[in-house]
């Protein structure tokens, strides 16, 4: 599945929010995770993590 960066949200302190448009629907419940790869210099960088935005949004946020 491929997500498109649609948004960038600072939050309070450090924090950072990025939401994300899927490519096609996407059904999670809350507290689920995903993993991430996107391609580094030499190899890919990968990650998993918590999805912040709820199932109902239909996008898919995480906050870091």
Same mark, same amino acid.
């Given at each position: ?7 960038? !949200?600072?939050? #309070? &302190? *450090? ?7 899927? @490519?096609?629907?996407? !059904?999670?419940? #809350? &507290? *689920? ?7 580094? @210099?030499?190899?890919? !960088? ?19």
């Amino acid at each position: 599945m491929l997500l498109t960066l649609r948004d960038v !949200i600072p939050q #309070a &302190g *450090n924090a950072t929010t990025f939401v994300f448009t899927p @490519d096609e629907p996407l !059904i999670w419940k #809350a &507290g *689920n995770s995903f993993h991430l790869e996107v391609m580094g @210099d030499y190899a890919p !960088i990968e990650h998993t993590f918590t999805i912040s935005s709820a199932p109902a949004e239909g996008v898919v946020a995480i906050t870091t």
